[in-house]
């Protein structure tokens, strides 16, 4: 069944072009995933579908309405909606979260401008998802981020072989790639690649997936079990990285 996802913005056309484009694109026309995005002013109040308002005791910016948000979660949500609101406050968006996010039938995104929300806007919501340390004039481009994510995860949409071994699948960075010429600027492709031996080419991919997790995100190494091919590894690079540095030392 394919994924249905609402995408409440105030500025619908901020989300939709994106999503027409290239891959995404390609995934929505081959009707895996359905994107309907909603202007949250079919919602607002008044004359002048008014949906936020200045934030009581005093500080700049205007702040979403709590019942406008609610008008919109009572035409929308369904029994199997996550509705998750985008907000810098919310738990850090990482490759685990698409996984589960993908699994899902119906997703809501709640796409603030402004200031954020009024705080009991949270109670309505099942997820707040950031995209990270740092503030968007508001939640589309996040939830878009998100999006992309998620829609290239579900069956069908990519080569199953390529999100098998990217970046973060077994929770360790991607291994180095090459293509030709095969020397470039004096620099040679790694000779187990081209050498065309099947097994040792995994080898060297799985030694050069854990160099470049430890070399630049160790925080991966820390929460993962290794298997004993890994530790080996893991082992020999340490061993390398060792001898690199004493060699350095020497040098000087
Ligand atoms: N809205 C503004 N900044 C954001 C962020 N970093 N993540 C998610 N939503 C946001």
Redesign the pocket.
Known sequence: MALEVEVLTLFPPMVEGPLRESIPGRILDKGLATVRVHDLRAWGLGRHRTVDDYTYGGGAGMVLRPDVVAAALAELRRPDSTVIL???A?RR?EQAVAHDLAERSHLVFL??RYE?VDDRVRAMVDLE???????????E???LVILDAVIRLLPGAIDEASTAEESFAAGLLEYPQYTRPAVFDGREVPRTLVSGHHEQVRKWRLKESLRRTLERRPDLLDGRSLTKEEGKLLAEVRMEQAAASAAEVADA
């Open positions: 985008m907000d810098p919310g968006f796409c603030p954020g998802l950031s995209i990270g340390d740092y503030v968007l004039t508001g939640g481009l996040a939830a």
